[in-house]
């Protein structure tokens, strides 16, 4: 199970550096360096926005007449700030606590895994999203942040594409990562989209009228 779940975080972080083309001969350095290149993207991202936010607060508390309001915005854009810098710290933590995991692992397996999630995804990319939008109302899976997005895709392409795993381990592991990886509210998001794919596919078992009496 352990090597499985870091199968999941490889493949989320390095599925947006790597191409379909030559896939299976990775190595396992490959997908690792591919993976911290996506953590560091990630920490820069989160940095500027960070920046970006105390600028804009700066410039709100500066204003000659401050009001309620302005001081209220500004207390927002600091706090959201605060977020996303943290972010960037536990990113940061990940990048460097993600080699020493899979060294922990049974390497091999880690690799053969992260692979098989990485070309399932890939290869049924136009029917897995077709899915996922069949199930988020008013929602394109291109607009979701490409975390959220891949997060989804994995579930999918663990629980209806290969069957590798039964949908309630692959949504736990989908909550998790996004826990992780994404923002405070991606996880309720995450469960709620692959919920409703489970009810979409019909894979939950329906109870009789008969045996609920």
């Given at each position: 199970m352990?090597?499985?779940?870091?199968?999941?975080?490889?493949?989320?972080?390095?599925i947006s550096q790597l191409s379909a083309a030559k896939l299976e001969s990775r190595s396992l350095e490959d997908l690792l360096l591919?993976?911290?290149?996506?953590?560091?993207?990630?920490?820069?991202?989160?940095?500027?926005?960070?920046?970006?936010?105390?600028?804009?607060?700066?410039?709100?508390?500066a204003a000659s007449e401050l009001t309620a309001r302005d001081v209220d915005a500004a207390h927002k854009d600091v706090a959201q700030?605060?977020?996303?810098?943290?972010?960037a710290i536990n990113r940061v933590g990940a990048s460097l606590e993600l080699p020493e995991f899979v060294r922990l692992a049974d390497e091999q397996a880690v690799r053969t895994y992260a692979i098989q999630l990485i070309e399932a995804c890939i290869a049924t990319k136009a029917t897995g999203d077709q899915l996922l939008?069949?199930?988020?109302?008013?929602?394109?899976?291109e607009r979701l942040t490409h975390i959220d997005r891949d997060i989804l895709r994995i579930a999918v392409a663990e629980f209806v594409i290969l069957r590798s795993a039964p949908y309630r381990v692959a949504i736990d592991e989908a909550v998790e990562l996004a826990k992780k990886y994404s923002s405070d509210t991606a996880p309720r998001f995450i469960n709620g989209v692959l919920?409703?794919?489970?009810?979409?596919?019909?894979?939950e078992p329906t109870v009789s009228p008969e045996r609920q009496s």
């Open positions: 352990q090597a499985r779940r870091i199968s999941r975080e490889l493949a989320l972080l390095s591919a993976a911290v290149r996506t953590l560091r993207e990630e920490v820069n991202d989160s940095l500027e926005k960070a920046s970006a936010e105390l600028r804009q607060s700066h410039h709100k508390l700030a605060m977020q996303l810098t943290q972010q939008e069949a199930c988020i109302e008013g929602w394109q899976v919920r409703k794919v489970v009810q979409h596919l019909r894979l």
